[in-house]
Structures are given as structure tokens and as C-alpha cells.
């Protein structure tokens, strides 16, 4: 079974950074992609990043684009999330995602994903 193991949230004030990291553990897969969503306090989880291991492509929500980047080791089956110029509304739960499968889907639909890490809470105070 493949789990994923989130680090690297916290808290930071508006403007800050911080640097989320996520490694797969367990039995050895090939990632099909791997991703980020995020759900804040009596929200639906949303979709952030993704990173296409086939091609190298990323792929952003419009509010994060030029704050965000996400980065991968695939030898590693790693993914990262750089994020800058933090805002309050950028606080929420993040959660990294990975398909272990060939899909069609979006990189930004949560469809796509099969392995979900436990979250870990951001918080970025004014």
C-alpha cells in the first residue's frame, strides 16, 4: 500500500513563506501525477498545482499563479509546493494527491487522484 506522508505547514504571516513537502512511502509505484488541494474552514476542497510526470508540465489555480510553484523529484516519487507572498486567504488544509494510474483526467480534477496524504493545516494570519 502506498501512503503519503505531507510535511512543512504552519504558521506564517501574510506575506511570508513556506515550503510544503510530500513523499510517497510504501510499496513501490510510478506516479502518474502528483498534485495539491487545499480546503479551508466551510469550503469545498480545491485544486492548487499539479505536476505531470510525463511531460514536466504544471498546471495552477489563477489565485496562486506567480506565488506558487510546484517542483518534483519523480526518482523519488516527491512533490513540492513553494509558496510565497502568502495571503490569509490562503489558509486551509493542504493535501497532496498522486494517481498510480494512466488517466485522461484533468490534472486539476480530484477524479484523477487515487492516493490522498492526511493534510496538513497552513495558516497565514494579517
Known amino acids: 500500500q502506498v501512503q503519503l506522508v505531507e510535511s512543512g505547514g504552519g504558521l506564517v504571516q501574510a506575506g511570508g513563506s513556506l515550503r510544503l513537502s510530500c513523499t510517497a512511502s510504501?510499496?513501490?509505484?510510478?506516479?502518474?501525477?502528483m498534485a495539491w488541494f487545499r480546503q479551508a474552514p466551510g469550503k469545498e476542497r480545491e485544486f492548487v498545482a499539479a505536476?505531470?510526470?510525463?511531460?514536466?508540465?504544471?498546471y495552477y489555480t489563477d489565485s496562486v499563479k506567480g506565488r506558487f510553484t510546484i517542483s518534483g523529484d519523480n526518482a523519488k516519487n516527491t512533490v513540492y509546493l513553494q509558496m510565497n507572498s502568502l495571503k490569509p486567504e490562503d489558509t486551509a488544509v493542504y493535501y497532496c494527491?498522486?494517481?498510480?494510474?494512466?488517466?485522461?483526467?484533468?490534472?486539476?480534477?480530484?477524479?484523477?487522484?487515487?492516493?490522498w496524504g492526511q493534510g496538513t493545516q497552513v495558516t497565514v494570519s494579517a
Open positions: 510504501g510499496r513501490t509505484f510510478t506516479n502518474y501525477g
Open positions: 505536476n505531470s510526470r510525463s511531460t514536466g508540465n504544471t
Open positions: 494527491a498522486a494517481s498510480s494510474r494512466i488517466s485522461a483526467t484533468s490534472y486539476t480534477s480530484e477524479i484523477r487522484y487515487d492516493v
